[in-house]
């Protein structure tokens, strides 16, 4: 075990008689932090780095944990490390850890470890644990407050000794973003006590069988599937003795499971806490990743943001509207635009014509001209040259990515690699400087040459395959990898006969042509409200269209609805027709330039009509003025005449909604003077 990480000098310590000391040794709240996921969700950036020390949102992953255990009030934490072990000893002695006077941080190097259930059966043997102690994995981000939590788990313990375990879980409706699909549970306890009866997992199940003695001489029992694991615990010591007396338990499941069907004999019992408070979430796959990264951003798990430097220890990050992160030292050029949900790190630099939204950028990255990075995490000392394109992608630290170069989603990119130029990878890519051999002896003599076929001639690293069996039971399972697209990766180390059958599904993908619509209205409505040049806000359309590989139907038809939305977005009641008229010609003169960009050809004018007439068959107001709006269109040269023609001589769209097909006949029962008038125009001409 390595010496304690936290202490000063005996010296400066204040002496105090030894008998105090061992008094006080039973009220020191420890902790257990699991410093390894025993899985390769993240291959294969892990193969270079430990999971607990990747950035997120640019802070090292057990700065979130390390942070929440000691505002917690816990004196004495124990890290258990096994992947990497040294390089986590290195980062805590320089850290800020280094130098806690109210808490004292031990690592425990283990490279023989393999589970969560040899990790605590290690920390047994080493008769670490003198109390309860909270136990958690070391890529958690939390900030629920265990004050309360921790009272009810020691008065209940005070009249009930075998009360062994308090999991914590958060309310969480099915389908919530940080309702991780691996971790997706029904519960069942006394509504009472919140003792826990039953804890399945149901990833893939639309059927479920409860035992009959769940029910058998009680009351009232609670059935949850409301509830979100905050992979949080509450533990007694006897925890860790019954993970050693029974070699069965390797995973947090395992131990549930045991003793629950052990409970009539043993009597151990576990209870539940459930709070509506507070946020916790474990990045535990890439989904995860991505999403409490949004989260971070949008301020959900707050105080842990950004801009917070008491957590974050970094100074100069300025907040502004649309959730914008910009380090003081950072450089953006005016003729670049920044959509929402962006964090610019210190040093970085970004060039002209470039678009970044819902993405991070670390510390000292070199952002060339043209580049559109959307939904991505760029870690630190990257460089991407010219007219790139990076769509929901993980590029790590040093990697240089040269001209024309385009990752498309679920792309990885581990340090060091070197892509391009013109290159384009495929989804799901994964890139790393170490070879797919590596792990295996080499003859000396043998040089396995880059990949130069798929990164360029420039390229420097091989593809690599993630490896999708279980090495011991033979699975392969399917877990959540970024933005919800599934991954297959190597399962947990979870033996369990009734989970090793299972494999956890695709969850259905959200409405993307929705979210897309979301996106040209948060980038045109801030566009206008700010006055943003129209060739700016074609930047942040287009990067939301490869962002979600939306249509050039799908764009025109957003932007034509969100042009008619934002006067009753502004003024949040609803506007007379003469006012919505006067507000939607001042609208129109001030993205005339986007809106000729887009309506250029006559398929595009005939999608715009489309949109239009949906719109404006929908609001008595809308159809009113369409005939005056249809003419200022035309007028202003957005609208071709013959498009227009072409369009009303269509049958309107169908729709199975027969008050809306009424509303359609109205709309184009306003507008046919205009028409008529045009048609007798080109008779004339003719």
Same mark, same amino acid.
Request: aromatic share 6%; charged share 25%; with cysteine.
């Given at each position: ?25 039973? &009220? ?13 969700? %993240? &291959? ?19 700065? /979130? ?6 505002? @917690? ?50 920390? *047994?043997?080493?008769? $670490? ?51 991780? $699909? ?60 019954? %993970?050693?007396?029974?070699?069965? /338990? ?30 916790? @979430? ?21 105080? $842990? ?63 060339? &001209? ?37 990752? #498309? ?28 051999? &590596? ?35 033979? *699975? ?29 599904? #695709? ?8 979210? %897309? ?64 008229? #006067? ?14 960009? /887009? ?11 489309? @949109? ?30 013959? @498009? ?29 003077? %205009?028409?008529?008038? $045009? ?8």
């Amino acid at each position: 075990m390595a010496a304690p990480i936290g202490q000063g000098k005996k010296s400066d310590r204040k002496k105090s008689a030894p008998h105090k000391e061992d008094l006080k040794q039973e &009220d020191v709240l420890q902790a257990v932090v699991i410093a390894d996921s025993f899985n390769q969700r %993240f &291959d294969p950036i892990t193969r270079q780095c430990p999971r607990v020390l990747l950035p997120l949102v640019n802070v090292p992953l057990l700065e /979130y944990t390390l942070h929440f255990l000691v505002t @917690a009030g816990v004196e004495e934490i124990f890290i258990f490390c096994c992947s990497h072990p040294e390089k986590i000893k290195k980062y805590l002695r320089d850290s800020k850890w280094n130098n806690m006077e109210r808490c004292k941080i031990t690592p425990i190097l283990s490279d023989a470890c393999m589970s969560l259930g040899d990790a605590l059966r290690e920390i *047994e043997n080493k008769s $670490l644990i003198r109390g309860d102690f909270i136990l958690v994995n070391g890529d958690l981000v939390s900030s629920v407050k265990l004050d309360k939590i921790l009272e009810e788990h020691r008065g209940r313990r005070v009249k009930d000794k075998l009360a062994i375990m308090t999991i914590v879980m958060r309310k969480a409706n099915p389908g919530h973003r940080t309702r991780c $699909l691996e971790d997706d549970y029904v519960l069942v306890t006394e509504p009472t006590r919140n003792k826990l009866l039953h804890h399945q997992k149901v990833s893939n199940q639309t059927r479920l069988d409860l035992p009959l003695t769940i029910v058998q001489g009680r009351g009232d029992v609670d059935i949850h599937y409301d509830l979100q694991d905050c992979q949080l615990s509450i533990c007694s010591p006897q925890v860790t003795q019954l %993970f050693t007396d029974n070699f069965d /338990y390797q995973t947090r499941d395992d131990f549930i499971r045991g003793i629950l069907v052990n409970e009539e004999i043993l009597g151990n019992t576990i209870h539940v806490h459930m709070t509506n408070t507070g946020y916790s @979430a474990r990045c535990s796959n890439l989904y995860m990743y991505n999403s409490i990264s949004q989260d971070i951003m949008n301020r959900w798990a707050y105080p $842990l943001v950004p801009d917070n430097s008491m957590f974050t220890q970094h100074k100069g990050y300025t907040f502004t509207r649309r959730h914008l992160y910009l380090a003081n030292t950072s450089t953006v050029t005016q003729e670049s635009s920044l959509g929402e949900n962006v964090v610019l790190g210190h040093g970085s630099t970004v060039g002209t014509a470039s678009h970044i939204s819902h993405s991070v950028i670390g510390n000292n990255c070199t952002i060339g &001209d043209n580049v559109v990075i959307s939904g991505s995490y760029i870690w630190d000392n990257v460089t991407i040259g010219a007219n790139c394109v990076i769509t929901k992608a993980i590029v790590c630290d040093g990697v240089c990515m040269t001209t024309d170069v385009t990752l #498309q989603p679920g792309c990885i990119l581990s340090y060091n690699v070197v892509v391009g130029p013109s290159v384009c990878l495929n989804e799901h890519t994964l890139v790393s400087l170490s070879g797919p051999d &590596d792990g295996f002896d080499q003859p000396d003599d043998i040089v396995v040459e880059y990949d130069t076929v798929l990164l360029g001639v420039e390229g420097k690293g091989y593809s690599i395959t993630a490896d999708v069996t279980d090495t011991e039971g033979g *699975e392969i399972e399917l877990v959540q990898g970024l933005h919800n697209v599934p991954v297959s990766v190597v399962s947990e180390s979870d033996n369990s006969e009734d989970e090793s059958e299972e494999s956890l599904p #695709q969850t259905p993908p959200p409405d993307d042509t929705k979210l %897309f619509y979301n996106e040209v209205l948060d980038s045109l409505l801030g566009g206008v409200e700010e006055n943003v040049k129209c060739e700016n806000m074609v930047l942040e359309v287009n990067a939301s269209k490869y962002a979600y590989n939306s249509t050039m139907k799908e764009v025109n038809q957003a932007i034509t609805k969100v042009l008619l939305e934002i006067p009753r977005i502004r003024s949040r009641t609803e506007l007379e027709p003469s006012e919505l008229l #006067q507000q939607l010609r001042r609208l129109i003169g001030q993205m005339k330039g986007l809106l000729k960009n /887009y309506m250029k050809t006559f398929e595009s004018n005939i999608e715009f009509l489309e @949109a239009f007439e949906e719109h404006c068959s929908q609001y008595v107001n809308y159809t009113k003025i369409s005939t005056k709006l249809l003419h200022y269109l035309y007028d202003q040269d957005i609208i071709r005449e013959e @498009a227009i023609l072409k369009w009303f001589n269509n049958k309107p769209p169908p729709t199975h909604d027969p008050t809306l097909s009424d509303q359609c006949l109205v709309f184009r029962k306003q507008i046919q003077p %205009f028409i008529s008038w $045009l048609e007798e125009a080109e008779e004339e001409s003719d």
